[in-house]
């Protein structure tokens, strides 16, 4: 395909001279002779290249240079000067022409500008494939985040009516074993759950903000106890954390096994007291998880109390995150802590 090329010089001869050599090598020129010609052109035509001479009658290469780029206009220009001064070279080339060629008398400047507009043109082309290349990439990234937005949804709402249904077992079944078991269950799917919300609800579908994730977990974990006025209450103190969706979720599976754990054994049954979560910056690129109570506290050599699934479930989710629980030296009830790193990604 013959490729078009918008030829500005004053002269009409090298105009002439332009169209045939430049014709004998596969180009098809036009030849206008001053700015207002060439900006008419460019409004009627498409071009693939201009030719811009420095020195026209009223104005230089230079001045219609600076109005294509008032108009936005970005069309590869080979710019032309008989003159051996470097600086009009540079302005040229800090204008936004893509090459210079300086004008002399023979075939070699004809050769020459060939060169350039072959170059230009090639180069011009590589970069809008490349900006078709990167819109394409956006496109696809914005495409694939509403769709795993909506995954995310759909997966939330999905395990919410598993929840709701454990949760009209745990009501109808006589045996407080089932119902306890039932119980725990429901926590942990509510927590997985909060997990998927907490992604279609972002901005950003691959992290999680984890004070406002655990700011519902504790909410969710206290009614699925089902403790309500009776029993202990929940506190939470959380910065502005922000971890991976499979991260998240393994810090929100171990805050749910503490807190059920606390809420159920922490404080004899019927009474008040309060159980408190922290999510906390340390300053080293680490954060720090406790949950604590100031209940009876753990008794070195006792039997752990339930089927022992919630301690195994902390064990195996503390792992996945590169950690272990660590149970502090407090003089009343229990503080469990969890050193995160936050500088990981997977």
Known sequence: MSQTILYVDDDAALGRLAQRSLGRV????????????????????????????????SETGLDIL????????????IYVTGSSEATIAVDALKSGAADYVIKTVGEEFW???????????ATAELHRAKELAE????RGKERAEVLLAEVNHRVANSLALVAALIRLQVTSS???AVRDALTETQARITAIAGMHRSLYTSDDVRHVEMDKYLATLVQEVHRSVNLGSEGPSISLDADAVSLTSDRAVSVGMIVTELLTNALKYA???GSGGEVRVHLKHSGDG????AVE???VGLVEGSTPKGTGLGSRIIRSMAATLGSSIAYADVTRGTRAELALELGQTG
């Open 111 to 121: 050769s020459l500008m060939e060169s350039a507009l072959r170059q230009a043109i």
């Open 26 to 57: 596969g180009y098809t020129v036009e030849h206008v002779m001053d700015g207002a010609a060439c900006l008419a052109a460019l409004d009627a035509n498409h071009y693939d290249a201009i030719v811009l001479d420095h020195y026209l009658r």
């Open 286 to 289: 680490t954060a720090l998880l």
């Open 66 to 77: 600076r109005m294509l780029k008032e108009r936005g206009l970005s069309i590869p220009t």
């Open 293 to 295: 109570d100031d209940g």
């Open 267 to 269: 404080y004899p049954v």
């Open 174 to 176: 006589k045996d407080e």
């Open 135 to 138: 819109q394409e990439i956006r």
